[in-house]
Structure formats: structure tokens, C-alpha cells
């Protein structure tokens, strides 16, 4: 077969398997398979593709952190720490309008940082707060967009299952990536603080103001969320100023989360062992998509497919900021069906060295670009989990929810914190060196 219609025929299988509904790892790795099987491409070709999987996945420290990371998000989903929190901070603010929407994005915050995984805070999210909310006499329209842009701060915040995929596929320091997403981690939350005030203010009714329920010190609140915070500090700074590396601060965290739980009292065999089992679930996914990944990225660059989409770039002349951008629609659209660990094995491994290679004239080279472009990839992936109506936070949201809320409402409830999404991500286009 001609070795220009290979790389088609790539694009084209995978395609049709996502279509299909077949599990992603086995399109990307059964593409990669047959293409082999109808290429000139050299016997010791597989031999290579086969060392390269063991090197990139299987013998990977880097990937060690994935579970650990995972098991002390989920532990810390089961202590109970969250549900005080919120209680404590809702009845310190309770004297103001829209009280309850600040600290639902205040405990999204923190619990994006302590779990770094989405799914996860925005059904946590959900159960705790929707009931409350919906009480108070929040209008589904605010209720359904404050959760669901809160819990989807798990993306970019550190410690991000995210951040780590990225920093392995881009080549880039774990630590680089954590400090680079803080400041717009904290612009971000600070825009959804200032909408929901100024929302609260000028629609009243949307976001009722709750009677004060005693008072709450600040010293109790804490005491609530002090062990906690102390547990992301530790793990994030040790990663962030070398301390420690992301594989053993992963483990520290996971010792942490589970003491946390016992002195909660809620460390029981039940949860252990449904915590276990979920821990193992979302590593094999993580593991089996990377395998698929590698074989599809070595295979698709053996054929010509790189080369091929530089060619075909050169002759648009979009230069490197249309690039980007084209690169950027193509993860939007691709966020419409695909999870943002498909999107990223698959795009990233293509991509990413002709983004290294192209001048943005903002004076970033070499591992500064590269932390950069992560943090965009990462906002805009962010994006397209709350963009309807495929997003994936609203699926989790509303699944949580049983029927609370109305596709209307959810779907007119995350708009405006897109709009604040976007002017994140436009900030860090425009300004990278808040990153550094």
C-alpha cells in the first residue's frame, strides 16, 4: 500500500473504532496491528515498538504515582472531611447572599486538589452540596453551574492525574507542571468567586442568602480542613521544591489520606477494600490506553504520519499560533466523545514535538514552551468537560443528581463559567509568564 494512504488509513480505523463504542486501547493498539501487518515497514520494527512500550509504560516510574495518587483522592472521598468543611464554611458565610455557592467552590477547590480526579469531586460535589443548595433555594440554573465548574477544577489543579500524563507525553518535570498551573488554577477560582457574588447581588432569587445557623470560629474550620491542607502542602511542595519525587510523595499522600480516614473513624474493610478495587479499575484503564497510545504514536510516525502533517501545515502557512489553534478545536471537538486521557495519548505524542519546534515570538523555548503548552492543553480540556452538551462533568453531575436537574438548567448553568474558562485560557495565552 502507498505510505501516504497508511497514515489515512490510521486516522480512518481509529475513527471508526471510537464510533463503534469499542474500548479505546484496543482501537489504538488493533490499528497499530494492522497497519503493521499491511506495511513495507521492517520486521525489526515490532521488535522496536515492543521495546518501546516496556521503556515508555511498563518500566515507567513516572506511572507509579497514578495509582497512589488515585488511592489517596478516594480515600479522601470516604473521610468525611469534606462534608464538615462545607458545613463549617456555609455557616460562617451564611450572613451573605450566595454564601453556599462560595464555599462549594471553596471545598471544589480544595478536594480538586486532594483527588485530582474529576469524576470523582463533581459527584462528591453533587451528593453533598445539591441537596443543600437546592434547599436554600438556589436555582438549579446556579446550583448545576457552580458544581459542576468547581469539581471539573480537578483538571488543573495539582496533584492532576492530568498534569502527570502530560508531563510524561511532553517530557516535562512533574514539579514544572504543578507550580505552572497554580497561578491559573487560583485566577480561575477567583473568577468563579467574583460571578457568583456579582451573580448573587443582581439576581437575588437565584441565590438566596441563608439564616446563620451559630456561630462558626475560624479556628474550628481549621481545625476541620488543617489536616488536609497540611496534606497537600506536604505532598505538593515536596514534589514542587524537589524534595521528593512524584512517585514517593504519591506514596506519602496515600499513607496520609488513609490516617486521615482511621482518625475520622471511618477507615472500615468495606470502604478499603471498594476503594482498592476502584484504585486498581482506574490504573488498568490508565495503563491498558497507554500501551494502545505508544504502539498507535510509533507506528503512525513509522508510516510517515508526522511528516505528513507538517507537510500538510507548511502548505495551510497558518503559522505557529494557528497550529495551536487548530490543534485546540481539534481537542474540543474530540472532548465531544472522547475522554481527556484518550484526547491527550492520542494527539500528544504527534503533536508535541511540532509544537516544540515552532517560535510563538513570546520568548519560550525548550522546557518553558513545553510547560506552557501543557498548561493550555490542560484549560482547554478543562473547557470541554463542561461544554454541552457532551461534556463529561455534566454526565457525571446529572447522573449523580437522579433527575434534579434538567438539561435546560445545567446546560444554561455552566455557560457563563465557560466564558470564564476561555478568559482563563486567554490569559495564559497571552501572558506566560505567570507560569514561570
Not at 488543573?156 to 498534569?163: A, G, R
Not at 490506553?289 to 502557512?317: K, P, Q, Y
Not at 510547560?371 to 457532551?390: K, M, R
Amino acid at each position: 500500500m502507498s505510505g501516504d494512504a497508511l497514515p489515512l488509513l490510521m486516522v480512518g480505523l481509529l475513527v471508526l473504532g471510537i464510533l463503534s463504542s469499542y474500548p479505546v486501547a484496543l482501537v489504538l493498539g488493533g490499528t497499530a496491528v494492522l497497519t503493521l501487518l499491511v506495511s513495507d515497514l521492517p520486521s525489526a520494527f515490532t521488535n522496536l515498538m515492543v521495546a518501546r512500550v516496556y521503556g515508555s509504560v511498563l518500566t515507567n516510574w513516572l506511572f507509579l504515582s497514578i495509582p497512589m495518587f488515585i488511592c489517596m483522592g478516594l480515600l479522601l472521598e470516604v473521610s468525611g472531611l469534606a462534608e464538615r468543611a462545607l458545613v463549617d464554611i456555609q455557616h460562617a458565610l451564611g450572613n451573605r447572599r450566595g454564601g453556599l455557592g462560595i464555599a462549594v467552590i471553596l471545598i471544589g477547590a480544595l478536594m480538586a486538589a486532594a483527588t485530582g480526579v474529576v469524576g470523582a469531586s463533581v459527584v462528591m460535589l453533587t451528593l453533598l452540596a445539591l441537596p443543600e443548595m437546592q434547599k436554600q433555594g438556589y436555582s438549579g440554573r446556579m446550583a448545576s453551574g457552580v458544581i459542576a465548574a468547581s469539581g471539573t477544577l480537578a483538571i488543573l489543579m495539582p496533584p492532576s492525574i492530568m498534569l502527570i500524563i502530560l508531563s510524561d507525553q511532553l517530557g516535562v518535570g512533574v514539579g514544572d507542571l504543578f507550580a505552572g498551573s497554580i497561578v491559573p488554577a487560583l485566577i480561575l477560582i477567583g473568577l468563579y468567586l467574583a460571578y457568583v457574588l456579582i451573580r448573587a447581588h443582581l439576581r437575588p432569587d437565584e441565590a438566596p442568602m441563608a439564616p446563620r445557623s451559630g456561630d462558626v470560629r475560624l479556628g474550628r474550620i481549621l481545625l476541620g480542613i488543617g489536616p488536609l491542607l497540611l496534606l497537600i502542602f506536604c505532598v505538593l511542595g515536596s514534589i514542587i521544591f524537589g524534595i521528593a519525587s512524584p512517585t514517593e510523595a504519591s506514596g506519602v499522600g496515600a499513607l496520609g489520606a488513609a490516617l486521615l480516614v482511621a482518625a475520622n473513624g471511618r477507615l472500615t474493610l468495606a470502604r478499603f477494600s471498594r476503594v482498592a478495587v476502584l484504585t486498581v479499575r482506574n490504573t488498568t484503564a490508565v495503563l491498558f490506553l497507554a500501551i494502545g497510545a505508544t504502539c498507535f504514536s510509533a507506528v503512525f510516525r513509522g508510516v510517515g504520519g508526522e511528516d505528513m502533517i507538517v507537510a500538510w501545515l507548511e502548505n495551510m502557512d497558518v503559522g505557529a499560533w494557528g497550529t495551536l489553534i487548530i490543534l485546540m478545536v481539534a481537542m474540543i471537538v474530540m472532548g465531544f466523545f472522547l475522554d481527556w486521557l484518550e484526547i491527550v495519548l492520542i494527539l500528544l505524542p504527534i503533536f508535541g514535538p511540532i509544537i516544540a519546534a515552532l517560535d510563538f515570538g513570546n520568548g519560550l523555548s525548550g522546557n518553558a514552551l513545553m510547560v506552557w503548552f501543557a498548561i493550555i492543553v490542560a484549560v482547554n480540556l478543562q473547557t470541554s468537560f463542561l461544554t454541552p452538551p457532551f461534556g463529561f462533568s455534566l454526565f457525571y453531575m446529572r447522573n449523580a443528581a437522579q433527575g434534579a436537574l434538567t438539561n435546560r438548567e445545567t446546560y444554561a448553568g455552566v455557560m457563563p463559567f465557560i466564558g470564564l474558562q476561555l478568559l482563563t485560557l486567554l490569559i495564559v495565552l497571552l501572558w506566560p509568564s505567570i507560569l514561570i
